[in-house]
């Protein structure tokens, strides 16, 4: 056999394997055996440099790091869907097709399952992958094709090589236990763990490290195609019948899509699916409904924002009763008692609950929920778990009401509520909970940034009776480190170091790790800019704290109130005389690691999972401007729910990128990536 034909044998031998495994996981053979015959192909394409094409499934990570990704244009804008969230929406989403095409009957429908993942375009021409974008706002996307390359269950060639460009319109997504994976990857490099599968296959995506991407693990499945007509049964196009082709093409089409004669079929596998959806292996929010006959939706249009012969249909958070146990209060590094719920472990949403958060003791009196009898529990997607309330409230006879508890769990010191506020605090500056989460924090990579001093390390040092106050860490010595559990000499020493390392460190992270309240990242370095000196700070009365800039009455009577406690101005003696660094230099601009700077960006709608002022106030930490308008200097416009369509239209016609807010999650946690 000739290289030739034993390279191209080997190709189709390998993305047929990449196919049973990435695509249908249904392997024929064991990794080593896939191995050999990779190892073959790679050999014979060393030796025969000129048979190398860039589709061989030896190509798909290439390159180096790239320094960004370019904006590229969409060959059809890339629409978003309008929504339903019962039953009622879906037959008034029926009625409002039936009305446009002047239909009596509810016309056929494909119901595909809803990917929770990121949208992307991907360009085929002659039948070779040579473009994959990202959605970005609609008409331009990011040119992320050295990363989509990485994603085996793309193929870089097509099979039966549909002539001319082609866009074919798909999703990425994690694999459900590939997150599980990274999470505990994070968590043992004690990153900040990742809120979803979602926003961390669009974080992936965005990595400018196609090598790293590879290691992910995302997968992606296909459900459009733009460009040419495609799925031709006679003379009328069906969207069935373009999923087909898809498939027969090598590309990834979810399997559980259903024909759907009428819009009681849809309902029907919507309720089908509302439950089944966890036995997948990866996340589907809802389901996509889409009108199966093209002839009839280009009749019907789209309004500026979504196809009118489509809708998505989202699954309601999902709702168990659970026995609520007890009721317990945790006390937070302010002392804050926060109460929650001990439950019998139940299976929500695919994952096994059983605690849950109860905001504050108004909260649980308003709910009427009461410990010892069935709850209602919900879990919509990333949410966290709530208590809805209880399961039977009309029952005659239910148990006691429950009490918040007048003393601290842990120190047994009377618990104190302000009259204004809802929240009861512990308010012994010794309770070892608020010795503990205080330390969790001082030591935390946002502020003191002392590697190694984690959650386990913190218990011990408290239940150890070393550690009675933050000064104490600098008074620890190996020895010491050495007698606890999991502790050998080595990494003693490198905590030791470690903690030595910190003393140096620039004001704000100790003003910030000393946890005042209200004082954030933000305000510490604000604080530190404008008195330089602890002392100073220490000094300065409430009017001149309130005349700094960003620094508001709040802010101003916590800090005073923080240096007023006598054991709060001995503590930060014990610090200086233990040798950190309390003198910085007054200036203006914010110090810190600025890997932003130079950039600017515009904010526009809603965040979920923060206030506008607070993704401000980090981008600006990171050395960033905020502005308020789109202009050519604009670095990238953030996009949050409800944005300003003028903004999104300027970023477009002038090119600029724009994030969504997984993508300002990414950029905030590794801005360099
Ligand atoms: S079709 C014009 N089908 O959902 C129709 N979208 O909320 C375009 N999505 O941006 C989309 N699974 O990223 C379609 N089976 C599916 C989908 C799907 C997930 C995403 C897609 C879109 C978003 C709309």
Redesign the pocket.
């Known amino acids: 056999m000739t290289a030739t034909n034993r390279i191209h044998q080997l190709r189709d031998e390998i993305r047929r394997h990449e196919e049973l495994y990435y695509m249908h996981a249904a392997p024929e053979v064991a990794d080593p055996e896939f191995d050999v015959l990779m190892n073959e192909l790679k050999a014979l394409e060393a030796a025969h440099p000129e048979l190398l094409t860039s589709d061989s499934p030896t190509q798909r990570v290439g390159g180096r790091p790239a320094e960004g990704f370019a904006t590229v244009e969409h060959l059809q804008p890339?629409?978003?869907?309008d929504?339903a969230y019962n039953q009622d929406d879906l037959r008034a989403f029926d009625e409002r097709v039936r009305k446009g095409l002047a239909i009596e009957t509810s016309p056929a429908y494909v119901a595909?399952?809803?990917?929770?993942?990121?949208?992307?375009a991907l360009t085929y021409d002659e039948g070779r992958l040579v473009r994959g974008a990202t959605?970005g706002d609609g008409s331009r996307g990011e040119d992320v094709t050295a990363n989509v390359r990485t994603v085996r269950a793309i193929p870089l060639s097509l099979k039966c090589r549909p002539p001319g460009r082609i866009e074919i319109?798909?999703?990425i997504y994690l694999p459900k236990k590939a997150f599980e994976r990274m999470n505990q990857e994070q968590e043992a490099a004690g990153e900040p763990l990742f809120a979803n599968p979602r926003n961390t296959a669009a974080g992936a995506m965005r990595n400018l490290d196609p090598a790293l991407v590879a290691k992910r693990g995302l997968s992606a499945?296909s459900?459009?195609v733009v460009g040419i007509a495609v799925g031709e049964s006679e003379d009328s196009p069906l969207h069935s019948g373009m999923l087909q082709d898809l498939k027969a093409w090598g590309m990834a089409v979810?399997p559980h899509?259903r024909e759907c004669a009428g819009i009681d079929a849809v309902v029907a596998f919507c309720d089908e699916w509302r439950d089944k959806r966890h036995t997948l292996a990866f996340e589907?929010?809802?389901?996509?409904i889409?009108l199966n006959d093209v002839a009839m939706r280009e009749r019907l249009g789209?309004t500026s924002k979504?196809?009118r012969?489509?809708t998505?249909f989202k699954f309601p958070a999902e709702r168990k009763i659970a026995m609520l146990h007890r009721i317990e209060v945790n006390i937070g590094r302010t002392g804050a008692a926060t109460p929650y719920a001990v439950l019998e472990p139940t299976v929500v949403a695919g994952s096994t609950i059983s605690m849950a958060t109860l905001h504050n003791p108004d909260d649980i009196i308003r709910k009427d929920i009461r410990p010892g009898e069935l709850v209602i529990i919900e879990k919509a997607g990333d949410v966290i778990p709530r208590v809805v309330g209880p399961a039977h409230p009309e029952a005659l006879e239910r148990p006691a009401p429950w009490l918040m508890p007048t003393a601290c769990p842990v120190c047994s010191s009377p618990l104190h509520k302000p009259d204004d506020e809802a929240v009861w605090r512990c308010e012994n500056s010794s309770c070892p909970s608020k010795l503990r989460r205080g330390l969790e924090h001082f030591a935390s990579r946002g502020a003191m940034n002392i590697e190694g001093l984690g959650e386990s390390l913190v218990a011990q040092l408290i239940e150890s009776g070393l550690v009675k106050s933050v000064a104490d860490v600098y008074h620890l010595s190996a020895e010491a480190l050495e007698g606890l559990e999991r502790m050998g000499r080595k990494s003693a020493a490198k905590v030791m170091g470690e903690i030595d390392k910190s003393r140096r460190n620039l004001v704000w992270r100790l003003l910030y790790g000393l946890g005042i309240r209200h004082v954030g990242e933000r305000g510490a370095q604000v604080l530190a800019d404008h008195f330089g000196s602890v002392a100073d700070i220490q000094a300065a009365s409430l009017e001149q704290l309130q005349q700094v800039h960003e620094i508001g009455p709040v802010l101003a009577e916590a800090v005073r109130t923080w240096f007023d406690e006598p054991r709060n101005r001995e503590l930060i003696a014990r610090l200086q005389a233990a040798g950190l660094t309390l003198t910085g230099e007054r200036k203006v601009a914010p110090v810190g690691p600025q890997p932003l700077l130079g950039k600017t960006y515009v904010i526009t709608g809603e965040l979920s999972g923060m206030s506008r002022d607070d993704a401000q106030a980090k981008l600006e930490v990171l050395g960033a401007k905020v502005t308020g308008s789109v202009s050519k200097k604009t670095t990238a416009l953030i996009v949050g729910t409800e944005p300003g369509t003028s903004k999104i239209e300027k970023a477009s016609r002038l090119g600029i990128a724009t994030l969504d807010e997984a993508g300002l999650l990414i950029l905030l946690i590794s801005p360099t990536s």
């Open positions: 890339m629409l978003s869907l929504n595909e399952l809803k990917i929770d993942g990121l949208s992307i959605r319109r798909g999703e499945w459900y459009q979810e899509w589907t929010d809802g389901v996509v889409k789209a979504f196809p012969w489509a998505a």
